[in-house]
């Protein structure tokens, strides 16, 4: 009876012990997940800021403006290189959404901020919903607009709207929809419908993206954020 209980207390150790080493395993891979999402957002931010520098440097209309928008675009950066906690828990699949009230006209305006981007008004009407989260998808989704629309002037347009859950008159919750919109670059290859819908699965379809088009990190970065909370993504 002593010898079964030492086997049994030994394999119950090795159980813990190989679960803890699966469980460092995981955070690595997300650490090194969140990583890369944290690159990529970075990496838009400076290459946005950069762009306007050197278009204040060229001496373009507007200069002080082109500098307002720049700083713009850095202080997004600096606030996103403080959510590494945030994505690790996004990526690793650990996270809970946050809700908390928020105003919608004002929340849209940080997301603008420092891009040339049209915001249409919407209100003060007050929401609740995950913040940092809807930031993220949201940021990603400005990003590919501007960067993959029409060259000369994508137009990029962000809306939002309250509509009702159900058709039931006494239904009184509503839901936020937030809507992306630009011109398309007619010189650029037309992105197929399957290339989105691996995206937004979550799958890396390298091989699918035609050439001159990005990879989807902006798209797989949009689904795994959108999907912690339950947001829906088209």
Known sequence: NKLTHTFAVRRLYLAEQLARKASEVRMLEAGREADSVLH???QNC???AWGLIDL???GFEGRASLL???AGRLQ???KWSKQRSLITRLTAGTYLPELTPVGLQCFMGTLVQGRSVRQ???GEEVVSLDEAVCALVLENALSNATRHGRASDPDVCLSAELRPLSEDPGETLQ????RVTNYADPGNPRITEDFVRRCLCGERPHSAAPNGVSEGLGLQHIFMAATAV???VS
């Open 46 to 48: 400076m290459a946005d």
């Open 230 to 232: 339950g947001m829906q």
């Open 175 to 178: 839901e936020v929809v937030f």
């Open 76 to 78: 997004w950066g600096m």
């Open 68 to 70: 307002r928008q720049a």
């Open 120 to 122: 249409l008004p919407c």
């Open 40 to 42: 990529h957002n970075l």
């Open 56 to 58: 204040f440097l060229e």
